[in-house]
């Protein structure tokens, strides 16, 4: 992944706000990048231009061989299906669906026809075999989020994006979520990009990105 002079800005009644302001970044194919800084530094609105869900206002993002500033909107979602995983702080499960059906419905759009046999075996691999029909309201949030990894993992994507994955749990549910996470990364061979607040995970990551203020500063 490679990203040259990223800007994003934004307008609000105030007038224009410069949240990324010239971010440059590389990380290698396979690696595991910790990025931390304090709240409102830009790390969020990363990850989104990352994933092509946020329009860079100039610049170049390169991810898994494609330049998204020039993808079209069909073409950036194509790129998500099938390269791009991303885990939240919230679940974003659909609440009238099945586990099952929530990790089966990506690979469905991205055209698997496979997909059920895939969702249940990545449910299983996340220790979730004995859940494929309950409702995300009859799981606990570990259950919930373990359910998210397996649909981000779902098409193996080059890229897994996490957002403070761990923000809705308990430090014990959140330190089984995260081993979970790096070990189907290490088995996966994903390129991890792992938003944090907390030092002691960032410091699992190979190698930590500072941001404040919208750039990379250390």
Same mark, same amino acid.
């Given at each position: 992944?490679?990203?040259?002079?990223? !800007?994003?800005?934004?307008?609000?009644?105030?007038? /224009?706000?410069?949240?990324?302001?010239?971010?440059?970044?590389?990380?290698?194919?396979?690696?595991?990048?910790?990025? &931390?800084?304090?709240?409102?530094?830009?790390?969020?609105?990363?990850?989104?231009?990352?994933?092509?869900?946020?329009?860079?206002?100039?610049?170049? &993002?390169?991810?898994?061989? !494609?330049?998204?500033?020039?993808?079209?909107?069909?073409?950036?979602?194509?790129?998500?299906?099938?390269? *791009?995983?991303?885990?939240?702080?919230?679940? !974003?499960? @659909? /609440?009238?669906?099945?586990?099952?059906?929530?990790?089966? *419905?990506?690979?469905?759009?991205?055209?698997?026809?496979? +997909?059920?046999?895939?969702?249940?075996?990545?449910?299983?691999? &996340?220790?979730?075999?004995?859940?494929?029909?309950?409702? /995300?309201?009859?799981?606990?949030?570990?259950?919930?989020?373990?359910?998210?990894?397996?649909? +981000?993992?779902? #098409?193996? #994507?080059?890229?897994?994006?996490?957002?403070?994955?761990?923000?809705?749990?308990?430090?014990?549910?959140?330190?089984?979520?995260?081993?979970?996470?790096?070990?189907?990364?290490?088995?996966?061979?994903?390129?991890?990009?792992?938003?944090? !607040?907390?030092?002691?995970?960032?410091?699992?990551?190979?190698? @930590? &990105?500072?941001?404040?203020?919208?750039?990379?500063?250390?």
């Amino acid at each position: 992944m490679r990203v040259r002079d990223l !800007h994003l800005t934004v307008q609000s009644s105030a007038g /224009p706000v410069n949240i990324l302001r010239g971010i440059d970044l590389d990380i290698a194919t396979g690696a595991a990048v910790g990025v &931390v800084g304090p709240s409102g530094s830009g790390k969020t609105s990363l990850l989104m231009v990352l994933a092509g869900l946020e329009r860079a206002s100039s610049g170049s &993002v390169r991810v898994a061989g !494609h330049e998204l500033t020039a993808m079209s909107e069909d073409a950036l979602a194509r790129l998500r299906r099938s390269s *791009i995983g991303i885990v939240f702080q919230a679940f !974003h499960l @659909i /609440p009238t669906m099945t586990a099952l059906e929530n990790v089966a *419905i990506p690979l469905e759009l991205a055209g698997d026809a496979a +997909a059920t046999d895939r969702a249940e075996a990545n449910l299983r691999a &996340v220790g979730l075999g004995h859940r494929l029909t309950h409702l /995300p309201g009859q799981l606990s949030g570990g259950e919930q989020q373990r359910v998210a990894l397996a649909r +981000a993992f779902g #098409p193996a #994507p080059r890229l897994l994006l996490a957002d403070e994955p761990t923000g809705n749990l308990d430090r014990a549910t959140g330190e089984s979520v995260m081993d979970l996470l790096f070990a189907l990364r290490e088995q996966r061979g994903s390129t991890l990009m792992l938003i944090t !607040h907390d030092p002691d995970l960032a410091e699992r990551c190979g190698r @930590i &990105v500072h941001i404040a203020d919208g750039q990379v500063v250390g």
